[in-house]
């Protein structure tokens, strides 16, 4: 099953290795949510953490 991003909800393609192309970020609870390369670069980590 395709994982998705936590913020656009786009999916999120994986690597040959089946990794995701994306990022996980630990949100303030400390639960981690997978973030797509665009909105790792739209927002700053700061930001991702106000947003999750
Ligand atoms: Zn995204």
């Not at 990022?23 to 949510?33: A, E, P, S, Y």
Request: charged share 30%; aromatic share 6%; proline share 2%.
């Amino acid at each position: 099953m395709a994982q998705r991003c936590s913020l656009c909800k786009e999916k999120v393609g994986l690597t040959f290795l089946q990794k995701p192309l994306g990022t996980w970020v630990r949100d303030r609870k400390g639960k981690q949510h997978l973030v797509c390369q665009a909105c790792q670069r739209r927002y700053s980590a700061a930001e991702l953490k106000e947003k999750l």
